[in-house]
């Protein structure tokens, strides 16, 4: 007899569920997407994704096409499904720790659903949560929530995502790895038998392991790479100190060295996104209440704080004072492909500018509805890079736009009141540009600028 194909309902449509549900439904995996937000919910169903990411669109509407995914706000549809992940978000609180706010929350509404349920249910935390929170808050609030104990009948697992904004549906689709964290082999089993119908023979290294170690290898994960970033920020600030040194050919130089490895090596305004910095924080909180000062991350921190004011102090290098300029800024997302602006190095350089008494115009092919939302009228809004240029004093471009990376110096030249450009995400040739007054992070000085 043929058995019954396995289903999946995701408890949280952000960036993470969302994704992780067009690319199940992909492959043919019957998927029910829940959110507690009914507008987003009503557009997912419309087969429009209420975020910008490359593929999710086209994904998302076969999905909802052939049915394979049905969005809801009612979490009682978790019933009839096998396995249920929970991918709400994990924000920071006041003091950096983590928020597990709406984990609880997600945790009673499917624990009250689970109540009446008979055989095998798998919850598996897909959220990124400090070391001990899926044995700790996710199990307690379940058990009470559902009435029984986490094991024969209820399984849970930890299972943290590694997808990246911007290429979340190609790195959904080809991981790297795969953690699972499990107290029981038959939740790990369970967890282990639906990757491999969504892979098949392309199943990715499957690492099985602790809930505490999996929870800690996504931590560990995000805090070498922002480490990676302000390591190599830090060797730019050194390089721009130097006539005729790039920051560019040390970052190739060292990459070359398997042990360093060439990727994460661009100097730039700083990261961004909805990860890096809390989960950073999270992490430096975490350690520090079991006694711990983890001085290497909280030195990572500061060092990207302080990464947006060099930004500013190399516009003020080619101004002089600031005060009543006008700034164009190019680029608000924190990265190229996504509308996406948490924590972006892009706010962060904004804030500072207005306090000198910039006029800011900035113009994003993507990001400008959610800066709005963010800034409202604190900043003036552009059509396009060429009117955001228009009669501006500097211009400072913050995010790697392909949009961007296609202007030339003349563009720069025939806009701009005078061609004073700050290159923080070093995306034109210096060569070619040195025909204006740019700068770029980690470039050092050249002679025409200094005689
Ligand atoms: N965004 C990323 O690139 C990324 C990558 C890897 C891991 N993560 C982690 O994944 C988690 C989710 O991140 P995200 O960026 O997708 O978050 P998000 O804020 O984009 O989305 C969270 C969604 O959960 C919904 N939600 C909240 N409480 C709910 C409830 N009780 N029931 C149903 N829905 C509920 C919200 O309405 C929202 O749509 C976080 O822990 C994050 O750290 C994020």
């Not at 209420?50 to 049905?70: F, G, I, N, R, Y």
């Not at 392309?202 to 805090?223: F, G």
């Amino acid at each position: 007899m043929k058995s019954r194909s396995e289903t999946v309902s995701i408890v949280g449509m952000g960036y993470v569920g969302l994704c992780t549900a067009a690319t199940f439904a992909s492959r043919s995996i019957r998927t029910v997407g829940i959110d507690i937000d009914e507008a987003r919910v009503e557009q997912i169903r419309r087969g429009k994704a209420p975020l910008h990411e490359p593929q999710l669109d086209t994904l998302l509407k076969q999905a909802v096409k052939s049915k394979l995914l049905e969005a809801t706000s009612d979490i009682s549809r978790a019933f009839g499904t096998d396995t249920t992940f929970l991918t709400v978000g994990t924000p920071s609180q006041q003091d950096g720790s983590i928020d597990l706010s709406y984990v609880k929350n997600a945790c009673e509404d499917l624990g009250n659903v689970l109540r009446e349920k008979r055989g095998y249910h798998l919850v598996v935390v897909k959220s990124t949560v400090v070391p001990g929170t899926t044995n700790g808050t996710v199990k307690r609030f379940l058990e009470q929530s559902v009435g029984k104990k986490v094991g024969s009948e209820l399984g849970l697992c930890a299972n943290p995502e590694f997808l990246k904004e911007g290429t979340a549906i190609n790195d959904a689709l080809h991981p790297d790895k795969i953690i699972i964290g499990s107290n029981d082999k038959k939740s790990a089993n369970r967890l282990k038998r639906l990757y491999r119908k969504f892979y098949g023979p392309r199943l990715p290294p499957v690492i099985l392991t602790s809930p505490e170690s999996a929870e800690l290898v996504k931590y560990a994960s995000n805090a070498f790479l922002a480490t990676k970033v302000s390591f190599i920020n830090t060797v730019a600030n050194i390089a721009q100190q130097i006539p005729g040194v790039d920051v560019g050919t040390i970052a190739e130089a060292i990459g070359l060295d398997p042990r360093i490895g060439g990727l994460f090596l661009k100097a730039g305004p700083g990261y961004g996104g909805s990860c890096f910095h809390k989960d950073l924080q999270a992490l430096i909180n975490y350690s520090k209440n079991n006694g711990y000062d983890s001085t290497l991350f909280r030195a990572t921190e500061e060092t990207n704080e302080q990464q947006s004011n060099k930004v500013v102090d190399m516009a003020e290098a080619l101004l002089g004072s600031l005060s009543g300029k006008r700034v164009a800024v190019l680029g608000l997302a924190f990265k190229k492909d996504t509308d996406d602006i948490r924590e972006a190095s892009s706010l962060r350089v904004i804030i500072q500018l207005k306090k000198k008494g910039v006029h800011v115009i900035a113009y994003d092919p993507m990001a400008i509805p959610n800066t709005k939302k963010q800034l409202a009228d604190q900043i003036g809004y552009a059509d396009n890079p060429y009117s955001a240029l228009k009669g501006a004093d500097c211009a400072i471009i913050l995010t790697e736009w392909d949009e961007f990376v296609k202007l030339k110096p003349k563009d720069f030249q025939a806009c701009m009141k005078t061609p004073n450009v700050v290159d923080a995400r070093r995306i034109f040739d210096p060569e070619e540009f040195s025909q204006l007054n740019y700068v770029a992070i980690g470039l050092g000085a050249r002679r025409s600028l200094r005689d």
